[in-house]
């Protein structure tokens, strides 16, 4: 079992977001950070074909189809919006129009780990270099403020945490937050 695989395989508490009072920017970053976990703790202990299962037909999503998807999402805005990054994105599709990161027919379960994980890092990095949840930046014709781009990810990955409770269930059973 490779190293990324072992990191998903036995699932890790989540570290609570502060329930006294914290400031805004620890606050809205513990709470994406604990998103970030329950994706985690929701491919735990599956099998690569597992993760790759399309639970919901007629539905392309799956779970390694979500932590790819997240994987780009992180890449997007934080590395292409709020650090004028010109990243491309990691996978790339086959069909004009559609999203590679859910096509996980041929998609390595340890690399998609890898990825999404480093990019989480590399968004957390972004966030430490900014000085203000007020900074803005221009992209595309429009102004992002990185509190914007938090909440964002926040209500992003919670849609997609409800997507992966409904994927696992129907693989395996497990139910839970």
Not at 1 to 26: N, Q, Y
Not at 62 to 74: I, K, Q
Not at 124 to 136: E, I, K, N, P
């Amino acid at each position: 079992m490779s190293e990324i695989a072992a990191r998903v395989a036995a699932p890790r508490p989540r570290t609570e977001p502060p329930h006294a009072a914290a400031d805004e920017r620890v606050s809205l970053t513990a709470f994406l950070q604990y998103q970030r976990e329950t994706l985690a703790m929701k491919c735990a202990g599956l099998t690569a074909e597992q993760l790759k299962d399309r639970a919901v037909p007629p539905s392309d999503m799956s779970l390694l189809g979500l932590v790819r998807h997240l994987a780009e999402v992180e890449r997007s805005w934080f590395r292409n919006v709020l650090n004028g990054e010109a990243v491309r994105a990691n996978w790339q599709t086959r069909v004009p129009g559609e999203y590679a990161d859910f096509d996980v027919a041929d998609a390595d379960a340890d690399e998609a780990f890898e990825i999404w994980h480093a990019e989480c890092a590399r968004s957390r990095a972004v966030v430490d270099a900014m000085d203000s949840l007020d900074a803005t930046v221009d992209f595309r014709d429009d102004t992002y403020s990185l509190r914007y781009v938090l909440t964002h990810m926040i209500e992003e990955y919670a849609r997609h945490n409800g997507h992966a409770d409904l994927l696992r269930e129907r693989i395996d059973g497990a139910t839970g937050e």
